[in-house]
């Protein structure tokens, strides 16, 4: 897997999980931030129960959320759990690349 499909499958990881749109064409990875970032914005401010669960489905640790919602400005807490929820999934999708 190259890190072209690397990409693809963390984004389809979090696709499923967010419910996002299709790859855009031009895909990179702060693409990607920004597009996860904005549902976990909306989900912050609609459905706090769902994202935990989603956080805890994608398996990011308890400590790193809760270092990011105490921690991070009211206005990066969005953008900065969206690049941790995707730095998780380039793990899991490397992980599976590792054993498949």
């Known amino acids: 897997m190259n890190n072209s499909d690397l990409l693809t499958t963390a984004y389809s990881l979090a696709q499923k ?18 597009i ?3 549902a976990v914005g909306e989900l912050l401010d609609r459905d706090l129960e769902k994202l935990l669960q989603i956080c805890y489905r994608i398996d990011l640790s308890e400590q790193r959320l809760k270092e990011i919602l105490h921690e991070s400005a009211p206005d990066l807490v969005a953008e900065d759990l969206a690049r941790a929820l995707w730095e998780r999934q380039k793990q899991k999708a490397e ?3 590792r054993y498949s």
């Open 95 to 97: 992980i599976w690349k």
């Open 36 to 38: 996860i970032a904005k």
């Open 17 to 34: 999980q967010f419910e996002l749109p299709e790859l855009p064409p031009q895909f990179d990875e702060e693409q990607a931030v920004k």
